[in-house]
Structures are given as structure tokens and as C-alpha cells.
């Protein structure tokens, strides 16, 4: 009963605090908004930069032959990259630096080789001749024993000669480079492309066709776009550094304040206090989550809605994550403390319980340090809840976060000081 | 005297090497209002937290409204029975002063009528205002206020009126005379002498950890004080040095006024017979020692605005 009087009073408190409702509310959501910017590509092209140089130049006329046009417009047909052609007689990496200008950005030059066109026609020939070659003789060992001696005769000719026009055309492929910054982390991605779409180019010229099928499907049931996989991520984040960050930072206030002192001079006891808190930052992450998901459905169009089991982790999660912050807050002793240990928590917390990024493309130590931190499970539960409808992934992830919100609130309780001795 | 209510036995705090109260023993009877008066760090908000349960003693036995400190048991009822302003008193900002005074009064099984108590200490023009918007006499009024609101049989108020300006050190004291009328026991601590002598029955002087002298302030003066000065107002050098040929304890204080300590009215006669001699007609007044120069008797110093010992 005394922990719901705490709750409505730090609440109505809190709840008229423009500072309280700006940290815990509206910068998440602010947050929200800029992460949902981005992963979403509201407002951007969404392409990455490439800076292409074609040294395949007609010397008749001086326009670029048609192979290596074709193949800037089958890297455009892509939409993946955004082209900015260098002219064949400036030097390509100091152009592109001009053109990035001082704020920089990453650096992607291709180089289309001079004889470009020549090189892939003379190989396209060489191959094609070649495969006519293999499939003409492959024939003729089947019908051999149907044939004449002046059929055969006039067949090992004609292989004869195929094999002799197929030695007169030159043997140079056709060149492309390009060049990469290290630092760059699209690099691969960029290069992955250019060659995919090279051997695409290839395979046209040669009549190869695709006997591998390539289809693409969802993991989820429903369809969802970029923005939804990050939704549950940073619900759980938010809820966290309410929990450590704000939370801490309040309470360690209160005491300096002596507001707490005064409280322990009543017969208010320490579990009170800490479940009265704890209620009072479940309703407001409540509240936020709420809020985030509702602009997300009208900012981003995500399709992602809580169900009974995303609710409940919410609740354990914010729960966990105030226990854990009462429990900070006992160790504590001033606010500049309070927040700078707050962040020091929550922070690589964030970064490392793959509420940002996946967990499969962190070093493996990563992943093992995750399994140690609380938000994992919240963000992973909240994943299978939200995106997956996967209840077997949310049950176990509930039980862990239930079993440390009860650690962290005894804990919190434990170590509450009303004043140091 | 009333029963007692608290009785403090030898009672020791130590903090590593310092000492903080130094065996001190000293009790508190119903319906007083008891001072406990001495400079910064003379171990005065110690000994009180110790008295309400927010921190252990190191030795010695201490009893509150007949319960012991040390019981978890007894704490429970002791903090059911007291209610406590506490030094540098604050409450939630963002509510108003109702508010908190009700948040205070539901942390009790039963507790008075919130307003009753606001217009106990006449708050009822700030019932709406929220905390951070009131004055330092008010938040400490609130404070009272938020002591009193459980019916509480011991009101501990430490350091009530540090920090406030006169008028509001008036309201409070008001507020504290007003809590003696009605029969409520208070313990008070204060390092500003007039407030003890004011507000106090009796008065403990403490410094350095330990109790120097306890007593109503009547008493304390008679034994302490010393001797009634007769100050002559407008005098100078040359009245002062004409004086003390024939007297012995004469002297200038800073607005330029002779002050002659006398023993007994006898004395004062002859020295306002030595000032007709002289042909001297200036304004006389006869000063009372206070609990001021009982303290600077006692310890050797007086205690500062601040509450320092100098």
C-alpha cells in the first residue's frame, strides 16, 4: 500500500517534470525518429556512390564504345548505385576526392579499361567458338558409327578448322578495376555487386541462361519492411537506460536531496520504496513503448503490434531494468556519478545485445559477452514476440528476464541506504 | 516534569578515529521543549539521527518513548510514534504542498486531517503551490507541517531555522511556541542562542561530542552567566578610563558604550553616583547575561552566524 503511494507521488512528480517527460519520453521518441529516418531511408536515396571512369574510347569518333555504355547502364538498371562518371582524361582518384570534397565520404572508383569492347567481343567469340567446338565433337563421337567415310571426313574438316579459327582470336579478357577504400564497411557489398553484375554482362554476351532458380521469401510470417526488425531493439533499448540512466540518476537526486532521508523516517520500509519506484518506471516505459510503436505505425508504416506476450516483456523488462537501477542507485552517492556510471553501463550494453546490430556479425567474444547481459534477452524476446511469432524463442527469454527483475528488486532492496552510516 | 521520553546513556558515536559524541547521557520529559545547542560538527544532528533510528550508535544504551534504538523491533514503533524535520528539510518539487504533506501522512497506519494541519501552520493560501516555488520559511513550515501531520508524541526539529532570513526564523519560532501551547514534547537542535533561549525549557550546551551543561536557561545563566552590565550609552576613552580608576571590570564595546559589569544593585548605585559626580548625563541600561554568555563561559567561544566556533 506504502509502495503505491510512493509510485503515485514519485509518478504525478515525475509526470510534471519537463526535464523527467523529455528524458524519458521525448528523446526516445526523438531517437526513434532519427533511427527510423535512417533505417528506413525516408528522405534519401539509399544508393551507394560509385564513381566509374570508362577508358574505352572509339579513337574514330572519340565517344565510348557501345559494350562499355551498356555496362554503366546495366550497373544504373540496378538502382543500387548512384554513378558519377569521370572523364577518361582526368586522373579518376583525384577527380572523385574533388568531388567528395572536404567532409569526404567513401571513396569507390571502377575503371573500364581501354580496349573494353574488343576484349569482350574476341572473348566472347573465343568462348562461344569454343563451346561450338565441344558440343560439334561431342556429336560426332555419338553419330560416328552412322556416318560415311566422306561424312567423317568432311566433319573432322570442319572441327579442324573451328579449332584453327579459334587460335587466331586473341586471348585477352576484358579488364575492369576497381578500387576500394579499406575503411570503407561497404566495400564488399560494392564489390560483391560490380561483380555479380559483370558476370550477368558476361553471360548475356556468351547466350549462357540461368539453370539455378533464385527465389526470396521472408522468415516472417507477415511482411515487414527495414524499420520493423529495429523496433523491438529499441523498445528494449529505451527501456534500459530509463531504468539504469534515468532512473539511477532520480533516485541518487532524491537522496541527495535527503527526500529519501525524510521517507526513512516514516514507517515507509525499503522494499516500499524500491516497488514504488519500480511501478512507477514500469507505467512510464509502458507508456513509451506505446507511444514508439503508435509513431511508428503512423510515421514508418511498421507493421509490427504488440501482443499479449511483447506486453508482458515490456512489463519484466522495465521491471529488470528499475531494479537494476535501484540497485545502482544504493552504491551511489552523487548524480554526476549516478549518470556517468548509468552510461557506462548502458551504453556498450546497447551496442552489444544486438538491439542495433545483429549479433551474427560480431566477433564471437561479442556474442559470449551478450549472453551476460540483461537487455539480450529483453531485445531477443521481444524479436521473436514482435517480428517472428516464434513463442518458444519469447518463453525462455520471459523466464530469464522474470528471474532477474526478482534478483534485481531484491538486490535494489538490499542495498538501499536511506543515509550513509 | 513529565515522564520521560527520551533517555540517552552514555551514549558514544565514533567515526574511525573521530569521535562524534563522547559519552553523553542526558534525558527528555514530556511536553518540554528541549535544545540541544552547540556550533557545527558538535556532534548535535548525530546524537538526534541516533534518537530516530537513521543511524547506529557505537555504545551506550538510548531509549525513545521507552523503545530501544538498537531493536529492529522497537524502531518500528519508534518511528510510528515521532515525527521528524530534518536538517535542510526538502520535499518532492513538483508537488504542492498539500501533496506532500499528505505523501508523508499516508506512509502512517492512521494520520491527522491534512487540513487541519495546514491551517495548523498556516499554509492554507500556499495549499496549491507547488514546493520548488515556496520560500525558505515556507518549505520549512512545510516541513513542520509534514512532522506533525502523524500526531506524532516526539517532534524532532534539527536546525529548523539555519538559513532563513529573520523574518522567517520569527515564523518558524512562532510555529515551534505554538507546538509548546499545545502540549507537544520537542527536541530541538540549534547552534543560534536566542532561539534556544526563546523556544527551550531546557537547554543542552554540547561541543566537541560532548554535553558541557544542561539546564532550564534561567538556571544555566544564573550559574553561568556572570554579572549584569550597566551600559552607558554615547560614552568614550576618557569616561571609560575615569571609570576604571574606581572600577574594576570596565570596558568599550563596538558603538562606543562604556560597559561596566556590576555585582548587585549597591553597585550600581555608586556607579551612577560616581556619573553625577563626573557630571555625566548620559543614557544608562542594565544588560542581563543570556545563554550567549553562558556558552562563551562554558566553551570559550561564541558560535557564529554560520554556526562556527570562533
Not at chain 1, 568462348?127 to 556416318?147: N, S
Request: glycine residues 8%.
Amino acid at each position: 500500500m506504502r509502495a503505491l503511494t510512493i509510485f503515485k507521488a514519485v509518478f504525478k512528480n515525475w509526470m510534471r517534470s519537463r526535464s523527467g517527460l523529455f528524458f524519458s519520453i521525448l528523446f526516445p521518441v526523438l531517437l526513434l525518429l532519427v533511427f527510423g529516418a535512417i533505417f528506413s531511408g525516408v528522405g534519401s536515396s539509399s544508393k551507394y556512390r560509385l564513381f566509374v571512369q570508362n577508358l574505352d574510347i572509339n579513337a574514330t569518333d572519340a565517344t565510348p564504345s557501345e559494350l562499355s555504355v551498356a555496362f554503366i547502364d546495366a550497373l544504373n538498371s540496378t538502382e543500387t548505385f548512384g554513378i558519377n562518371e569521370i572523364p577518361a582524361d582526368e586522373n579518376a582518384t583525384e577527380y572523385a576526392q574533388e568531388v567528395l570534397g572536404p567532409l569526404g565520404g567513401n571513396m569507390r572508383i571502377l575503371v573500364i579499361s581501354e580496349g573494353f569492347q574488343n576484349d569482350l567481343l574476341n572473348g566472347t567469340l573465343k568462348v562461344r567458338v569454343g563451346i561450338t567446338y565441344e558440343t560439334m565433337d561431342m556429336y560426332y563421337w555419338y553419330v560416328e558409327p552412322y556416318l560415311t567415310d566422306s561424312q567423317k571426313s568432311a566433319f573432322q574438316q570442319g572441327l579442324a578448322q573451328m579449332q584453327q579459327y579459334n587460335a587466331t582470336i586473341p586471348d585477352a579478357k576484358a579488364s575492369l578495376t576497381i578500387m576500394l577504400d579499406p575503411a570503407d564497411s561497404s566495400a564488399t557489398i560494392v564489390k560483391s555487386i560490380v561483380m555479380s553484375i559483370a558476370s550477368a554482362f558476361n553471360y548475356e554476351l556468351i547466350g549462357a541462361e540461368n539453370v539455378v532458380e533464385f527465389r526470396e521469401a521472408s522468415v516472417t510470417t507477415k511482411h515487414y519492411s527495414n524499420v520493423d526488425f529495429y523496433v523491438p531493439g529499441i523498445t528494449a533499448a529505451f527501456i534500459m537506460t530509463n531504468g539504469i540512466i534515468a532512473l539511477t540518476a532520480t533516485t541518487t537526486e532524491f537522496k541527495r536531496r535527503g527526500i529519501i532521508k525524510r521517507l526513512s523516517l516514516t514507517p515507509l520500509t525499503k522494499l516500499d520504496w524500491v516497488v514504488g519506484n519500480v511501478l512507477c518506471q514500469t507505467i512510464l516505459n509502458l507508456m513509451l513503448a506505446g507511444i514508439m510503436i503508435a509513431l511508428g505505425w503512423v510515421v514508418f508504416n511498421v507493421r509490427v503490434i504488440p501482443d499479449a506476450f511483447s506486453i508482458a516483456l515490456i512489463l519484466l523488462g522495465s521491471i529488470m531494468f528499475s531494479g537494476m537501477g535501484m540497485a545502482l542507485s544504493g552504491f551511489i552517492k552523487d548524480v554526476e556519478a549516478a549518470s556517468a556510471i548509468g552510461n557506462a553501463i548502458a551504453f556498450p550494453m546497447m551496442f552489444l545485445s544486438g538491439t542495433y546490430f545483429p549479433l551474427e556479425i560480431m566477433p564471437s567474444y561479442v556474442q559470449t559477452i551478450s549472453k551476460a547481459l540483461p537487455l539480450t534477452y529483453v531485445a531477443e524476446g521481444l524479436k521473436h514476440a514482435m517480428i517472428y511469432q516464434n513463442p518458444e524463442g519469447v518463453y525462455i527469454n520471459m523466464v530469464i528476464v522474470a528471474v532477474l527483475a526478482v534478483v534485481f528488486i531484491i538486490v535494489g532492496s538490499l542495498v538501499t541506504r536511506w543515509k550513509e552510516k | 516534569m513529565g515522564k520521560t521520553v527520551v533517555e540517552a546513556d552514555s551514549l558514544v558515536k565514533r567515526y574511525g578515529q573521530l569521535m562524534a559524541v563522547d559519552h553523553i547521557s542526558f534525558e527528555v520529559y514530556e511536553g518540554e521543549v528541549f535544545a540541544f545547542l552547540g556550533p557545527n560538527g558538535a556532534g548535535k544532528t548525530t546524537t538526534v539521527e541516533i534518537l530516530e533510528c537513521l543511524r547506529p550508535l557505537t555504545s551506550g544504551n538510548a531509549r525513545v518513548l521507552g523503545y530501544d534504538v538498537t531493536r529492529s523491533e522497537d524502531v518500528k514503533e519508534i518511528k510510528k510514534r515521532i515525527g521528524v524535520l530534518p536538517q535542510e528539510f526538502c520535499a518532492l518539487d513538483k508537488l504542492t504542498v498539500k501533496e506532500n504533506i499528505a505523501l508523508i501522512g499516508d506512509m502512517y497506519d492512521r494520520h491527522l486531517d491534512i487540513d487541519e494541519v495546514i491551517a495548523l501552520l498556516d499554509l492554507k493560501d500556499k495549499v496549491n503551490e507547488k514546493f520548488e516555488n515556496l520560500s525558505g520559511g515556507l518549505k520549512q513550515r512545510v516541513g513542520v507541517a509534514a512532522a506533525l501531520v502523524s500526531d506524532p508524541q516526539l517532534i524532532f526539529l534539527d536546525e529548523p531555522t539555519t538559513g532563513l532570513d529573520p523574518k522567517a526564523r520569527r515564523d518558524v519560532w512562532a510555529v515551534i511556541a505554538n507546538l509548546k501551547r499545545l502540549g507537544k514534547t520537542v527536541f530541538l537542535t540549534t547552534h543560534y542562542m536566542e532561539e534556544a533561549q526563546v523556544l527551550a525549557d531546557r537547554v543542552a550546551i554540547i561541543n566537541k561530542g560532548k554535553i558541557a551543561a544542561i539546564g532550564a536557561p534561567q538556571e544555566l545563566i544564573s550559574q553561568y552567566g556572570g554579572l549584569k552590565i550597566l551600559k552607558i550609552r554615547g560614552g568614550d576613552k576618557a569616561l571609560a578610563s575615569l571609570l576604571q580608576k574606581k572600577y574594576d571590570k570596565v570596558s568599550l564595546n563596538g558603538n562606543g558604550d562604556v560597559l561596566v559589569k556590576i555585582d548587585d544593585v549597591d553597585e550600581f548605585w555608586r556607579v551612577m553616583a560616581t556619573l553625577a559626580e563626573l557630571k555625566i548625563n548620559k543614557d544608562v541600561e542594565i544588560q542581563t547575561p543570556t545563554i550567549e554568555d553562558v556558552f562563551l563561559k562554558i566553551t570559550g567561544g561564541i558560535i557564529t552566524e554560520e554556526g562556527e566556533l570562533k
